[in-house]
């Protein structure tokens, strides 16, 4: 009888729009728990590997410079010797990879280590956690420069683009983390100067270089993924006027510009993987809309016309998710077998809107997958960092 009347005011104390979100801590925590915590005492064991572990002679940046290719360019069959031509969704294996999977390493290893102290609060989680994240942004012999210059070159063509600027997004849940470790006091205050440090550069860079602007002004789901980055950033270095410029470009950019009345994104129904990048384009409109949430300003509500924000785009992909069979459109032309991996979207959705059906279906879905591919474009992997800060 006394645990069942702690168990109710527990939920009365974390009530939002009539969710228990006591209970869906309990229920997101139990589903991931185990292998959370598997995989957190194999991260103990890893040492960091940042961008100075590798490197490329095709690269015009120097040691500590990010580099990645274009995912879709190929060499040009006609003209060997000349620049490389873009098979839109093909990704070609030959290209530089391991700035970008030492960036998703260092998220995925962070990300666990700081959901393990979430649940065990022991710190031999977050020491290690702090020692992946000194070397990234702190220590002079192995950080990463606070600029994405050389992302996504194609040889023979371009250094850099302003498109490669979606690869930061494999910071998001660093950064959150960071948020975490530092509200517990598990990072030294010089630290986190330096490290803040750190991303408010690239939000100097990100938010002023011309690669940064081309990347925001984009239509579609790169648009999405640089306002995701940049108010996640925010967030962590108190940058309040940057917080509501984000706002504003949820409200008067993202939704009117990519939703479509019935809740579809139809630039990526467009793409050669529309179900994938459908997904995508979701997971991170939510995390926008989560992460900007107020008490003063609930995102989740806002329409920009009636009925239409971002209830109705997971609406719209809901019916998918839970059987992807269900889909009328064209089938991704690589990786339709490997999808869906638990969407975020439908997590923060059943907390904002109360949708027990929403959280049923996340819990059913794969929390840990192997693909490479998917991995990359499921860069919110650890939603016990989200929940609890």
Same mark, same amino acid.
């Given at each position: 009888? @006394?645990?069942? @009347?702690? @168990? ?14 006591? $209970? ?9 728990? /185990? ?5 957190? %005492? ?15 002679? *095709? $690269? ?20 060997? %010797? ?6 839109? &969704?093909f990704t070609n294996p030959q290209n530089f ?7 998703? #390493? ?15 609060? %022991? ?7 702090? *020692? ?28 850099? #683009?302003?498109? &490669? ?11 959150? $983390? ?5 509200? +517990? $006091? ?34 579609? +789901?790169? &648009? ?46 467009? *793409? ?53 069979? %269900? ?42 997958? /192997?693909?490479?591919?998917?991995? #990359?474009?499921?860069?919110?992997? +650890? ?7």
């Amino acid at each position: 009888m @006394i645990k069942a @009347i702690l @168990i109710s005011l527990l939920c009365l104390v974390f009530i939002t729009k009539g969710t228990c979100q006591g $209970s869906l801590i309990q229920k997101v925590t139990k589903t991931l728990s /185990k292998q959370v915590l598997l995989d957190a %005492n194999q991260a103990l064991q890893e040492e960091p590997v940042t961008v100075t572990s590798a490197s490329c002679e *095709r $690269s015009k940046g120097g040691k500590h410079d990010f580099f990645s290719e274009g995912d879709y360019w190929w060499p040009d069959s006609l003209h060997p %010797n000349g620049p490389y031509i873009q098979r839109d &969704g093909f990704t070609n294996p030959q290209n530089f990879t391991a700035h970008r999977l030492a960036m998703i #390493r260092f998220s995925k290893l962070v990300g666990t280590l700081t959901s393990a102290y979430i649940l065990t609060k %022991n710190t031999k989680y977050s020491a290690a956690a702090v *020692r992946h994240i000194k070397a990234w942004f702190i220590d002079t012999a192995t950080l990463m420069n606070p600029s994405l210059l050389y992302g996504q070159a194609i040889t023979r063509k371009v250094s850099g #683009r302003g498109i &490669g600027i979606i690869d930061m997004i494999q910071m998001v849940e660093v950064a959150q $983390s960071i948020s975490v470790l530092e509200k +517990n $006091s598990l990072i030294l205050k010089k630290d986190i100067v330096e490290i803040k440090k750190w991303f408010t550069n690239y939000l100097t860079w990100v938010t002023t270089h011309p690669y940064g602007i081309d990347e925001r002004e984009a239509k579609n +789901n790169h &648009g999405t993924c640089w306002v995701m980055q940049v108010a996640v950033f925010a967030k962590l270095v108190g940058d309040t006027s940057l917080l509501q410029y984000c706002t504003k470009r949820y409200q008067e950019v993202l939704l009117p510009g990519q939703l479509a009345d019935n809740g579809s994104f139809p630039l990526e129904l467009k *793409r050669t993987k529309p179900y994938g990048y459908s997904l995508f384009n979701l997971d991170a409109m939510t995390t926008i809309t989560h992460v900007l949430s107020t008490q003063q300003q609930d995102l989740f509500s806002f329409s920009y016309k009636p009925e239409v924000g971002i209830k109705k785009a997971i609406d719209f992909m809901f019916p998918f998710i839970a059987n992807k069979q %269900n889909w009328p459109y064209q089938k991704d032309v690589m990786y339709w077998e490997e999808w869906p991996v638990s969407p975020i979207a439908l997590l923060f959705g059943a907390k904002a809107f109360d949708n027990s059906t929403w959280l049923n279906t996340w819990a059913s879905l794969e929390h840990f997958p /192997k693909n490479e591919e998917v991995i #990359r474009n499921t860069p919110i992997r +650890n939603p016990l960092i989200w929940l609890h800060n």
